[in-house]
């Protein structure tokens, strides 16, 4: 099955990407790993999209999904994909099918914005161990103190309120139109995400047999 996976930042898709790839044993394909991959291994289209991003641009969408396409000839995604990241405009949509990626399903992870800033905006981590807290969800024992190394907890600029709201308006304006795109085609499924991960779990599993 070959999948997308929607949501705004902060909705979950990682964690139910994950879920979905040891439900149906196939990888997720992020874009912006397959971009460093192939930035990495030095190929063709990698040194086209360096050459972009030398230059402080944005990598074109043609190049972008060439680098997919080029990703999913291998191996590991003869029985399907989940592609979290990309599309994000219409445009890009458009490319994809014109580039001949075939796309099952649509999963959508629908979560209000307050809850998402709520989630977002309580995140601490530890800039030293890497070990990642919640105001209100995972606490550490001594306030603002990492559980396992001890050094500060600190909010990422991207966990800021002003700076997750800004993004979430991006995702309104930009990404949320392609649920229109999906429901149109006959490929969209949309899940109510659950305060409760496994909840939403069971919600997505279930999208995938309806």
Known sequence: MNLILLGAPGAGKGT???VISEHLHIPTISTGNIIREA????TELGQKAKSFMDSGALVPDEIVIEIIKERLTEDD????????????????AEALDRMGVQIDRVID????DDVIARRVSGRRVCLACGATYHLDYKKSKVEGVCD???DTL?????DHPDTVKERLQVYHDQTEPLKSYYE???????VY????VKDTSALVLAALEG
Not at 80 to 85: E, N, R
């Open 109 to 112: 992870i629908e979560v209000a």
């Open 193 to 196: 995400g659950q305060e409760e």
């Open 16 to 18: 139910q990407a994950e």
């Open 77 to 92: 995604c003869q029985n399907g994909f989940i592609l979290d990241g990309f599309p994000r405009t219409i445009p890009q």
């Open 148 to 150: 396992k190394c001890g």
């Open 154 to 158: 600190v909010q990422r600029k991207d």
């Open 39 to 42: 930035l990495k291994s030095g």
């Open 184 to 190: 149109a085609a006959g490929k969209l499924k949309i």
